[in-house]
């Protein structure tokens, strides 16, 4: 089953068009799987902050309240130091793969805290715009819980 996340802007852009294949939660999750990377209505201000998200988001259009992406959760880990630019400190490393920003996004109003189950609706309108392979790759054999 496919699971939603929701992240605020602009770290929902970082994820979608910036390389930024790390999540970093507080919490833990068993799923490994496809993900839909949700844009919430909350914009984190204080990102501006963050260097490597400062100097490649200048200029994209940060939607909120919508799908943006997919991609695959493959891996978590415990802080174990920076493993990437992106990494937070004490947080779980969620590691995410085949990131694939959607063309147009696909709006949908409400997110939630941490992993949430989206409607039937909302995956097949993101699956619509991905081509045969990348739905395969992404969707073809579904994960469930590790």
Same mark, same amino acid.
């Given at each position: 089953m496919t699971r939603a996340l929701t992240v605020r802007q602009p770290w929902a852009a970082a994820i979608a068009y910036a390389g930024?294949?790390?999540?970093?939660?507080?919490?833990?999750?068993s799923y490994r799987g496809p993900?839909?990377?949700h844009s919430g209505k909350a914009i984190d201000r204080a990102a501006k902050q963050h260097?490597? &998200?400062?100097?490649? @988001? /200048?200029g994209l259009q940060? $939607?909120?309240?919508?799908?943006?992406?997919?991609?695959?959760?493959t891996d978590?880990?415990?802080d174990d130091g920076e493993c990437t630019p992106w990494s937070a400190a004490?947080?779980?490393?969620?590691?995410?793969?085949d990131v694939t920003p959607l063309p147009l996004p696909v709006p949908h109003l409400r997110g939630a805290l941490g992993l949430w189950t989206p409607p039937?609706? &909302?995956?097949?309108? @993101? /699956?619509?715009?991905?081509? $045969?392979?990348?739905?395969?790759?992404?969707?073809?054999?579904?994960a469930g819980p590790c």
């Open positions: 930024k294949t790390i999540e970093n939660r507080v919490q833990r999750w993900v839909l990377i260097p490597p &998200l400062a100097a490649v @988001v /200048r940060l $939607d909120q309240r919508a799908v943006v992406a997919v991609a695959r959760i978590c880990h415990p004490g947080h779980y490393h969620y590691v995410l793969a039937v609706e &909302l995956v097949d309108r @993101v /699956r619509m715009q991905l081509d $045969d392979a990348t739905t395969a790759r992404l969707f073809g054999e579904e």
